[in-house]
């Protein structure tokens, strides 16, 4: 079975433009979560995906948003980029029916750089 | 809330030397435990977990934890490391939101 893919795995951007993240998760699985990677905050959870329905949130501010597709691919889109969302965003996909047990698997993620 | 802690920032350790680290977790609820390992300019990794049952989890790579609910820990230990297990390790425990918790992380540096 093919892993979680990324798309695209660098991105430069400049303050105050928006970015959209790709993910595609592994077949089968319907539950997409993304993560905050950096060296001050750690891993941080934004928000996880389930038959195209949001169903739970971090605590990030509005800026961030994502959305699911009826394949389970996933989107993550940050509006008015800061120079704090600098960071390598993560994706992890599970099979989403079997609650805390299940295994998450992560994709190699996007760095994302913010001038 | 659910969260854990590791204790460690940063271990070095020689070729072919033991290494532990420890991760001491809270929760009042059953857990669910995770050790994840990350490479350089990688995803993350499941190395193993911990469900249920036997407090002993062997994983991959050689790499086994131990589940102690009194003292509230799951540390992760390798008998004998290798030059290539030089990474970032996080434990994370899970919650019944389907969100992962991670510890901030123990940068292991194997040395020849």
């Known amino acids: 079975k093919a892993g979680v893919t990324q798309t695209p795995r660098y991105l430069i951007k400049t303050r105050g433009q928006q970015v959209t993240l790709s993910c595609s998760p592994i077949s089968g699985h319907r539950s997409v979560s993304w993560y905050q990677q950096t060296p001050g905050q750690g891993l941080q959870f934004l928000f996880e995906?389930?038959?195209?329905?949001?169903?739970n949130k971090g605590n990030f501010p509005g800026r961030f948003s994502g959305r699911q597709f009826s394949n389970s691919r996933s989107e993550m889109n940050v509006s008015t980029l800061e120079l704090g969302d600098s960071a390598l965003y993560l994706c992890?996909?599970?099979?989403?029916?079997?609650?805390?047990?299940?295994?998450?698997?992560f994709g190699p993620g996007t760095r994302l750089l913010v001038l | 809330a659910q969260s854990v802690t590791q204790l460690d920032s940063q271990v070095p350790v020689f070729e072919e030397a033991p290494v532990e680290l420890r991760c001491n977790y809270s929760s009042s609820v059953s857990v669910y435990l995770f050790w994840y390992v990350q490479y350089p300019n990688q995803g993350l990794q499941l190395l193993l977990k911990?469900?249920?049952?036997?407090?002993l989890v062997k994983g991959i790579n050689g790499f086994e934890a131990e589940f102690n609910k009194s003292q509230t820990s799951f540390h992760l230990r390798k008998p004998s490391v290798h030059i290539s297990d030089t990474a970032e390790y996080f434990c994370?425990?899970?919650?019944?939101?389907?969100?992962?918790?991670f510890g901030a992380g123990t940068t292991v540096t194997v040395r020849a």
């Open positions: 994370a425990v899970s919650d019944r939101n389907y969100k992962l918790s």
């Open positions: 911990y469900l249920s049952g036997s407090t």
């Open positions: 992890a996909s599970s099979p989403g029916t079997s609650g805390f047990q299940e295994t998450q698997y």
């Open positions: 995906y389930f038959s195209e329905t949001q169903r």
